[in-house]
């Protein structure tokens, strides 16, 4: 496993996202709020993959991250794997749970919707349905699914 | 605990249940000043008559007085003020507000910036309350229970907010439901997935004459054209549907016809002097139902 990952770019210290559907590495860029910062970021999309056919990498240099904000990237993708590197080695790996309520990362597809009209945080509940991922709007209860929100 | 009324979904069971009782004592007595003193904003970011007028004569009744606005355009909100700013001043001014805007979710928003107990009179195609609220008082008052009935939904199924709510709300009681809509106005999945979740029966038709003789309400709902984002669909389904008293010969004579009104042309007006008529005393019965709501939440009943 630690062999494979020095195949594309070693880390010292730092987190590998693996597992993303290839098409949504932007998205978790985006997510986990990494536009703009100074950390070393090697990407890689449309990487084979035995299971997923395609998949996406982000390895990210000397960051670490709290579960809650790993957690977010559940939305776009669920099937993604967590390693944390120290030292070469990867220390940890985590699954992501899906979290039961997400607040200011996605918007609300109904146009009428207050949070498209005035400065208001989106807040949504996640509901999950044979593995669809859904959200509830806390403000105008209407339902999005999750591919229609970012 | 500052308590609010924004969904159906915020009462329990056995809060809608007080309600109707408190309502009842209103009806008898409809004259209990016991909130003397007491100042209620009514903020309509959007036009109504029923609704605003009703919630402002039953603060009266209750001896509070009203400030507020029935029109957006002569606030500040026209200068652009955000509603975050409007609900905070007003709410160092009242001790309740009573309000109704365009937006969907403003007033669960506006309940959140609050620091006084909020109403919600209808924030878009969303949430009505005190609508779904009346209507079980009516439903209740014309069977004599809210248990084991058979409700048939006529019209808008798609953005009647109405239809949406009371479902909800009758989901505490064992009903059966009957979905009256053309094609392009069928009560949508997400309602359709709670009742099989709760394990509620309902049949769809469009044929608006084949359930009137096996319902016990017959729940009227007008095509609302501000609902629609596409004209065209709003022309093709807008006059689908119009009661008349010649299709009621074969009714349960205890069958109710609600309606939420404004009707304009689903209910003919030779409907309205046959025995199975109650909308006009349903919207009377708003009154009684909203004196009990604010008498709830300010926590006098």
């Known amino acids: 496993m630690t062999r494979k990952e020095l195949v594309v770019s070693a880390l010292e210290n730092g987190t590998v996202l693996d597992h993303i559907p290839a098409e949504n590495v932007y998205k978790a860029l985006d997510i986990l709020n990494l536009k703009g910062i100074s950390n070393q970021i090697t990407i890689g999309i449309n990487l084979n993959s035995g299971y997923f056919g395609k998949k996406g990498i982000i390895k990210i240099a000397g960051k670490f991250f709290e579960d809650d904000e790993l957690n977010k990237l559940a939305l776009i993708a669920p099937k993604a794997t967590v390693n944390v590197i120290r030292d070469f080695k990867v220390v940890e790996k985590k699954k992501l749970v899906m979290p039961h309520e997400i607040t200011g990362i996605a918007r609300c597809k109904n146009p009428k919707c207050i949070t498209n009209h005035q400065p208001v945080k989106t807040r949504f509940t996640t509901m999950e349905e044979n593995n669809e991922i859904s959200l509830i709007c806390h403000y105008c209860e209407k339902i999005t699914d999750a591919k229609s929100i970012f | ?301």
Request: hydrophobic letters at 35%; aromatic letters at 8%.
């Open chain 2, 1 to 301: 605990m500052r308590k609010s009324l924004i969904s159906i979904q915020d009462f329990s069971k056995e809060e809608i249940l007080h309600v109707l009782e408190t309502a009842k004592e209103f009806e008898k007595n409809k004259e209990q000043k016991f909130l003397e003193g007491k100042v209620i904003g009514s903020l309509f970011f959007e036009p109504s008559t029923r609704t605003r007028l009703s919630f402002e004569t039953a603060v009266n009744r209750l001896g509070a007085k009203v400030i507020g606005f029935s029109d957006a355009s002569n606030t500040s909100q026209s200068k652009g003020e955000t509603l975050k700013d409007t609900i905070k001043m007003v709410s160092n001014y009242v001790d309740m507000i009573i309000m109704r805007h365009p937006l969907e979710g403003s007033s669960r928003y506006a309940s959140e910036v609050a620091s006084v107990p909020v109403v919600n009179a209808g924030d878009g195609a969303n949430q009505h309350p005190s609508q779904t609220l009346l209507d079980l008082y009516s439903i209740l008052q014309t069977q004599g229970t809210l248990e084991n009935l058979t409700i048939n939904m006529v019209g808008d199924l798609k953005y009647g907010r109405t239809t949406h709510s009371l479902l909800q709300a009758m989901s505490h009681f064992n009903p059966k439901f009957i979905f009256t809509a053309p094609e392009e106005l069928k009560m949508p999945k997400e309602y359709k997935d709670f009742l099989d979740a709760k394990g509620i029966e309902y049949i769809e038709t469009a044929d608006m004459e084949e359930h009137i003789d096996d319902c016990d309400i017959l729940y009227m709902t007008r095509v609302q054209q501000e609902r629609f984002t596409d004209l065209m669909e709003y022309e093709r389904v807008k006059d689908v549907y119009r009661l008349k008293a010649s299709m009621l010969a074969g009714a349960k004579p205890d069958m109710k016809i609600l309606h939420p009104l404004p009707r304009v042309n689903e209910i003919d007006q030779d409907v309205d002097d046959t025995p199975n008529a109650y909308y006009f005393k349903q919207a009377e019965n708003g009154l009684y139902i909203r004196m009990a709501i604010i008498s709830y939440l300010l926590g006098y009943r």
